[in-house]
């Protein structure tokens, strides 16, 4: 098997949290949170939950956001990144605009921006096979912050369906198929989306699951 499929373990990077924040939406705080927690382990969320409008946060002066970005722990892309993803498979997924205005309130940010909302789960993960993972099957697992490429296993149940996906038993990283993430790496997105490189693997009796 020598295609490959990629974790994106960008939800757990600090670095890319923006200086935004938000709009309220009179949305409960609590909500909201429970909201980005299924959203950073590629969970399906109605748009008007994902941010549409964010503010600058007082005491900066953002210049340049990374193409994948986090806005209240939603990710969040550039256009380069959009132009990428929307040529691809999203499932039921989708990209939203959304509005970056400086701490005035008013003066936008220039370029486009867009909400990123997931559509698809698979399971797929490989729990025997895989390294440096935590977690538990009724809560899910996330990688170790020192885990590296080929220590997460999946089946090849991976290889079908939707180009982005979150698993059914992660809850932290979502998942690119082969055809994605050699389309992030021309574009050299593979950095901005954190992307480790995931073994495929077959059941002990060397059939797929």
Known sequence: MTETVWLSVAPQKS????????????VPAAVREDNAMAHRGGGHLAPDLLPQKAIEQVGHKIKRLPNLFKINGFLCVTEKAAAVLRAHDLGGGGLYPLELVRRDGVTPVP???????????KNALSIEESRNIHGHPQH???????????DIAVTPNALEGADIWGDELVDTGFFVSPNLGAALHKAGLAKAFHLMRCRVVRDRTGHPE
């Open 15 to 26: 670095q890319i949290s923006s200086k935004f924040t938000m709009e309220d939406r009179v």
């Open 140 to 150: 899910g697992f996330s990688p170790e912050l020192w885990a590296k490429d080929d």
């Open 111 to 121: 370029g486009q921006f867009w909400a990123l909302n997931f559509g698809a789960k």
